[in-house]
């Protein structure tokens, strides 16, 4: 029953800015870390940022830290990730998971796409 439902890519130019949402249900949101990850055609999903279940701590990938916040609302169990300073290589499918910088869960949802193109 755990679902989770990326919104909020599209098309955008670089340099501009987007904001991912994940609306989850199905779980206790605020007793897990969240995640988001991509994945670009051809290659292995990757971890892009993870955030605590109290959301005090916060760890980035090299690639995205300082142009990409994670954050979180307990209070909606919804997790975001602020995208600034967008390049063309971060265009990917973007999906959120209810694990942590060390782990993954089994659980994804549909992705939302984010391309990054002039």
């Known amino acids: 029953q755990v679902q989770l439902v990326e919104s909020g890519g599209g098309l955008v130019q670089p340099g501009g800015s987007l904001r991912l949402s994940c609306a989850a249900s199905?779980?206790?949101?605020?007793?897990?870390?969240m995640s988001w990850y991509r994945q670009a055609p051809g290659k292995e999903r990757e971890l892009v940022a993870s955030i605590s279940f109290t959301g005090v701590t916060t760890k980035y990938a090299t690639f995205a830290e300082g142009r990409f916040t994670i954050a979180r609302d307990n209070a909606k169990s919804s997790v975001t990730l602020q995208m600034n300073s967008l390049k063309p290589e971060d265009t990917a499918m973007y999906y959120c998971?209810?694990?942590?910088?060390?782990?993954?869960?089994?659980?994804w949802g549909q992705g939302t796409q984010v391309t990054v193109s002039s």
């Open positions: 199905g779980f206790t949101f605020s007793n897990y870390p």
């Open positions: 998971n209810n694990g942590g910088w060390s782990f993954r869960s089994d659980y």
